[in-house]
């Protein structure tokens, strides 16, 4: 039987999407200090070594954003603020005109089970010119990744895992995972 992991998040659709790649986890709502920075990687450490004194269990955090090109890569780690003030609403009016649409979003894991181990995941594509779809959170409606039509609003979750930025970096943890498991089992 393989213990526990805890997702330290308060967003649902973030852990649905988690749990769908990891059976065994459990989602923990733990406040923890985000520091401004530009750079995901260094958000996630900060929160890491702030929760590794608090949290008992295996446990991995996960903070991403929304680059996009033409607006110097803006929201950017601000995704979560940008979007409870403007919402996918507001970025579209910013897009308004714009021809060049390229956008990435970025997901970055950090996983502490006695060490800190750092995970990314990058899903390359483009904004939409309306919200399209009911599915999903944040700004899903208005992104669709390379390779497809839809936005993720408009995929399953399995669907979207595929392709997005969350779900290659969840994908990465789970080969860490599997790969220690079985290093522990021949030790």
Not at 43 to 64: A, C, N, R, T, W
Not at 71 to 80: A, I, V
Not at 81 to 108: D, H, T
Request: with cysteine.
């Amino acid at each position: 039987m393989h213990k526990k992991i805890f997702f330290v998040t308060s967003n649902k659709g973030k852990f649905y999407e988690a749990k769908k790649k990891i059976e065994n986890i459990e989602q923990k709502i733990f406040d923890y200090p985000e520091i401004r920075s530009e750079n995901l990687g260094e958000i996630v450490v900060y929160g890491i070594e702030f929760l590794k004194e608090k949290i008992s269990q295996p446990f991995f955090i996960e903070d991403s954003g929304l680059f996009i090109d033409v607006l110097n890569n803006f929201p950017g780690p601000f995704s979560k603020y940008v979007f409870n003030k403007v919402g996918c609403e507001g970025i579209l009016k910013l897009m308004k005109n714009e021809k060049n649409r390229n956008a990435v979003f970025k997901s970055v894991i950090g996983y502490y089970d006695g060490e800190t181990k750092v995970f990314e995941g990058i899903c390359e594509g483009r904004i939409s010119t309306r919200m399209r779809g009911k599915k999903g959170f944040g700004y899903d409606p208005v992104f669709i990744p390379k390779n497809s039509d839809k936005t993720f609003a408009q995929m399953s979750i399995d669907e979207k895992n595929t392709y997005s930025h969350r779900g290659k970096a969840l994908t990465k943890l789970v080969n860490f995972m599997e790969i220690s498991r079985k290093n522990a089992d021949f030790s």
